[in-house]
């Protein structure tokens, strides 16, 4: 309740709403200006890799005599696609079986070759295996909670091995900023709390260390705040 003896509340002077505006806006330029760059900067490596390696008489800047970004990005699209087509092909699926039994001939070549080529399946392959649901765990000690994302149930040696009585959960717990790196743990089922978010809000949530929240869904049950008792 006020009282005629309380201060009025200040309003904010002329610079600090300047700074708000100047704060909003970089809000607002930020995101699109670093997508743009990025995008506008990955267009340009790829062609500076990609145009060198095709001939004058099938690149379009020879005859225009204009620099066309994202030209080689377009190159790269068509060769990769036609590299797909025939590799799915009994003689494209003979000729890489052939390649790679050569590259498994040769020692140091072979441990960069499967290196490679175990983490070009594991992001780009078009299977089933991805994360399945993100999830909260209690890690790295009990009471504290982080968020993880539901791999596989654990199977063969690590669950017979393993001393639970259920089944286990592989979850990874990702870092902050970098989702992409973290640990692979095993959980029993029951220590796993699996949320109703998407994978995509759970790792906004990670890489912005808290800041972005998903928005709360219609039909979800708000949290009931424990009674404090009056001392």
């Known amino acids: 309740m006020n009282t005629p003896f309380d201060d009025k509340p200040r309003r904010p002077g002329l610079l600090a709403s300047l700074r ?18 990025l995008i506008w900067t990955m267009f340009g490596w790829v062609d500076g890799f990609v145009l060198p390696l095709i001939p004058d ?3 379009p800047e020879a005859y225009i005599g204009i620099n066309l970004r994202g030209l080689g990005v377009i190159f790269f699209l068509v ?6 087509w025939v590799a799915k092909g009994l003689i494209g699926r003979s000729l890489i079986r052939f390649a790679e039994t050569l590259v498994e001939r040769t020692p140091v070549v072979r441990t960069i070759y499967s290196g490679i080529k175990q983490i070009a399946e594991t992001v780009f392959a078009q299977s089933e295996r991805s994360f399945e649901k993100a999830c909260l765990v209690q890690y790295p000690r009990k009471g504290i909670w982080a968020i993880g ?3 596989t149930q654990a199977k063969g040696e690590v669950l017979e091995r393993a001393e639970t009585m259920g089944g286990l959960m592989s979850v990874v717990v990702p870092t902050t900023p970098n989702p992409t790196s ?9 220590d796993v ?3 109703d978010m998407s994978i995509e809000d759970a790792a906004k949530l990670v890489i912005s260390a808290g800041l972005v929240y998903p928005p709360e869904r219609p039909g979800a049950k708000p949290r009931v ?3 404090r008792k009056a001392s």
């Open 20 to 37: 708000a505006s100047f704060l909003t806006g970089l809000v607002v330029i930020a995101p699109i200006s670093l997508t743009i760059w």
């Open 57 to 59: 008489q099938f690149n």
């Open 79 to 84: 060769f990769t696609i036609l590299v797909g």
């Open 149 to 151: 994302f539901i791999s």
């Open 182 to 190: 973290g640990f692979l743990l095993f959980f029993p089922e029951e």
């Open 193 to 195: 709390v699996e949320l």
């Open 225 to 227: 705040e424990p009674v």
